[in-house]
């Protein structure tokens, strides 16, 4: 009988399911009868993204985070697709920070070519799972949300690609409900414009609290606060931006802060990250973790421990992004064609240890970013996916970080080399902080939005000398 | 063996069943085996609000709709139960419109009394209903959102108390993705003390626009625009508040309205109702309906026409609320236990289109007072729910919605008769307008929050006069 295999997502990792398995097609390999549920009208993910926020047309929770302006925070050419490449798409240099819109129409351009959209049913969600251990099948019931009908698909194999950054994890402050002001979370912003003039606090030290609030004072927000659990992220913020220790409790408009000192603000967007979470799954076959590199029990990054049927992609904290995404799902795929052969259950256990153990030990961002390209190294040297040079990216995340630490508000404007063309990035025509339309054709076609094209940062006109 | 109920949502629906069955308990009938499933970590529902909108701290949809300085926007008199009067739980008479914390006090008071409490799992969601035909029995799967636990209970009747005001209807609007400022839904409105000083634009004619555009006016919005679909609400507006047609489409932060005109706004909050949502049930048992005073599909408002071992609570719009769904309650249970016999389907479909003729006959907004209380008669009476005066209320309704045509802002200053205890209401100590302290506290011990006590608005003070 055809391999049945079930796909619950559509975003990036569900989109590299299915190319994975159009990929082996080409090859020769027969195509498992293949069903992919997203419960929104597209595919993409996180980077199908509208104004809605908390709950979308169909009453669904909205899956992506993100907003206006939100232009890529790490280099394109950390997570080009080895098998189409970003000239491939573009049939031109573009630059290396695209904003969401360009990102997404690459994502896109690969999986059109690929004609695997037919896999996908649209508008509807994944309600509820069942493993049946005797036959070995799972059984999803799914849901039309455009006709309000419930189906059952039974399935051999089943992959959970729906991401975890859209359940947001908000942990409860003392009088913040009567914080007269805008209080969301990161999840729920769709651009900083409304914090033009504004006193805007932002509670979390990662991704999100700095782009929101590097934003902001691109909107002109009269200041931007951060307020940090552990410790502050310390960049080389502009005038208005400080950092803060946690927020002990609001009163009214003023935040205390646990070293004593305190502030008025308009709004509080808090940027404490996501849950993992997966309501159409029963809580056995429910990933619990932390944001990590590498969460327990998925061997490999990728297969349930307890049930080698089950497959997570993309469940890890990333520094790769798409290119890992495409690793995880020819990984997952050669599996459940039995070309590659999975270890017993105690083996499996022991690897998954020794990747855990090595993670606990890394001592900076820069480890890490070896960390997870030596993690896709494993992915890719079992698969026939097409290699490509994972030190040289490995080498482009640690100059983005120091390109951070040097000029937080000006990195973007930098060019990075395509480990996959070869292709050095063109400097974009706008600078970052100039650039107040995000949309694809402004992107391609111009014209600039800078004032003064001359006027590049030190750290930009440095580089850019080299 | 014992009947096995299931019960799906404590709020103030959840809770009349809880306490329907406990009053036949000690009347003694039997106890039924009760498990009732909440998914926020205390009953009351709508009335349970937090600062959290979207999604909630687990990441599931939040329920309630509510807001800060939200006060009953109908007379208290016209919801009491007549089982657990105000008096009674008060221990003197109060006013006749409480903000939102006395009115939840209000309905926790009987169900603490009562001790079902026990009855209830707290943080605990409903995933999955299947219904058995063979065997006649539903399986529910629930999540225990605090432990990560998913849990199966087999029923052989289940009701629905989750209510219909929490997943919003949000249709799209040309543009709206590039309006600057904030967007949100009603659902997701907790406060209007931002919208101070801005040009706040509401999409709805109903009574959350109504209640937020005149929060925002209290907050001192620059401000209030209605935007109507069908008509406009009409009421005798504070200046700087108006109406206009439905909103054709946004350009930047103008909105273009289809009768030509035009405006620049802040904020939008689009009051464009809700959806009724059971994400928990299979279609084929998931009411479709709009937000109407007599769903099709419910016998009695009450009983799932294809399979009577199904019951929803408060699924319709509401004139009434606790009392209505109190009357509900004990006509579900009679009917669980047999003492009330259902006649068979087709005599059942005649009725509910006999209702439903009558409904749509309605010429006005007094008709349809008398008609739910018409509806809430027949329950009463097929029931051992103590009886209450029902043409009392509907003449209060009548009172109520000709106070609001007078003094949109005044309305709540009013005071009613209870026809449960003959009690006379007492006149707040502060006005609506100038209330801003809705705590409980506040509330009940003063002082008042009106600079000048004698400014009472025409209609107030001719009323009173009386």
């Known amino acids: 009988m055809t391999l049945r295999v079930g796909i619950i997502g559509a975003g990036p990792s569900g989109m590299a399911a299915l190319r994975a398995f159009e990929s082996a097609r080409q090859k020769g390999t027969p195509m498992p009868d293949i069903m992919c549920f997203e419960k929104q009208n597209d595919w993409g993910g996180q980077w199908n993204s509208t104004w809605r926020m908390g709950l979308d047309v169909h009453g669904e929770p909205v899956h992506s985070s993100m907003y206006r302006h939100l232009w890529s925070n790490g280099p394109k050419e950390c997570l080009e ?5 970003f000239d491939e ?15 997404f129409d690459y994502i896109k351009g690969r999986v059109e070519k690929s004609d695997v959209r037919k896999y996908v049913q649209f508008n509807t969600v994944a309600r509820h799972t069942s493993w049946n251990e005797e036959s070995q099948e799972f059984t999803l019931s799914v849901e039309d949300l455009a006709t309000g009908t419930t189906t059952e698909h039974v399935f051999d194999k089943l992959i959970v690609s729906t991401g975890h950054f859209s359940f947001p994890n908000a942990p409860e402050f003392a009088g913040l409900g009567g914080f007269p002001g805008e209080v969301l979370h990161a999840h729920d912003f769709r651009g900083a414009e409304r914090f033009a003039g504004k006193r805007l606090l932002l509670i979390g030290a990662s991704y999100s609290a700095e782009d929101i609030g590097m934003q902001a004072h691109k909107m002109g927000a009269a200041s931007v606060t951060f307020s940090y659990r552990t410790s502050p992220m310390g960049f080389d913020w502009p005038k208005n931006t400080l950092e803060r220790p946690l927020v002990s409790r609001f009163d009214g408009s003023t935040a205390h802060f646990i070293d004593g000192t305190q502030g008025d603000f308009d709004a509080v967007v808090l940027c404490t990250g996501y ?3 997966y309501p159409f799954l029963p809580a056995e076959l429910s990933l619990k973790s932390k944001n990590v590199l590498y969460p327990r029990n998925l061997y490999k990054g990728v297969v349930w421990q307890q049930n080698t049927n089950l497959f997570y992609l993309g469940a890890q904290d990333q520094y790769y992004t798409f290119n890992m995404f ?6 997952a795929r050669d599996v459940m064609t039995g070309k590659i052969e999975l270890p017993p259950l105690a083996e499996r256990e022991a690897d998954i240890a020794l990747w855990c153990e090595r993670l606990a030990a890394l001592p900076d961002h820069n480890a890490e970013a070896d960390f997870q390209s030596d993690y896709l190294r494993g992915l890719i040297d079992a698969t026939d996916y097409p290699p490509f040079d994972l030190d040289a990216v490995s080498a482009l995340f640690k100059d983005w970080m120091h390109h951070k630490e040097s000029d937080i508000l000006g990195y973007r404007d930098m060019v990075h080399r395509s480990v996959v063309t070869g292709t050095m990035a063109t400097r974009h025509h706008t600078r970052w902080l100039n650039a107040m339309d995000d949309s694809l054709a402004r992107y391609l076609n111009g014209p600039s939005q ?3 094209t001359g006027s590049l940062t030190t750290l930009t006109r440095e580089l850019s000398a080299r």
């Open 450 to 452: 800078d004032v003064d």
């Open 89 to 103: 798409h573009f049939g031109r240099p573009i630059s290396s920070f695209p904003p969401r819109e360009v990102l």
């Open 81 to 85: 697709f080895s098998d189409y490449s």
């Open 275 to 277: 849950q993992h979470k």
């Open 326 to 331: 495409d690793a995880q799902a020819w990984f």
